[in-house]
């Protein structure tokens, strides 16, 4: 995808001529702090049935104005998922690694789940079996 020459982010109005039957998700980078046009990326994916996974590492705090209302990036009203990484060159850094947010339960599980590699000790997944060791 093309990028916007002023914003030097996804450009909204080339996103739906890239978007064909075979397409899952759009995601748009936050990049050098300025927030992409997540509500109308959004409005896109909408039609389409699409979800939004926003790239966040570049604008960690950063925040844009949709309907006279601030929004953070990363904060879920206008994305699936967001992400996150702290490799040592974002604005943050753990000396790796990274974060996914999300507002949706359903997606938070399965991300908890792909974390894990499937695997899940709460009490409440195992069953008898399990937790009598037999």
């Known amino acids: 995808m093309d990028i916007d020459e002023k914003t030097l982010n996804i450009d909204p ?8 039957e ?12 300025h927030p992409a046009n997540l509500p109308e990326i959004k409005a896109i994916a909408d039609r389409y049935e699409l979800k939004i996974i926003e790239d966040a590492s570049h604008s960690i705090g950063s925040t844009y104005v949709h309907d006279g209302k601030n929004h953070y990036c990363g904060d879920g009203v206008h994305s699936d998922f967001c992400t996150y990484s702290f490799h040592p060159v974002k604005h943050i850094t753990t000396g790796e690694g990274g974060a996914v947010l ?7 599980q399965q991300v908890f789940m792909l974390r ?8 409440e997944m195992l069953n008898e079996k399990d937790r009598t060791g037999s």
Not at 13 to 20: A, F, P, R, S, V
Not at 102 to 108: V, W
């Open 102 to 108: 999300t507002n949706d339960p359903d997606l938070y």
């Open 116 to 123: 894990k590699h499937g695997i899940d000790r709460r009490k």
């Open 22 to 33: 075979r397409t899952r998700a759009i995601m748009p980078v936050d990049f050098r702090g």
């Open 13 to 20: 109005d080339l996103i739906e001529e890239k978007i064909t």
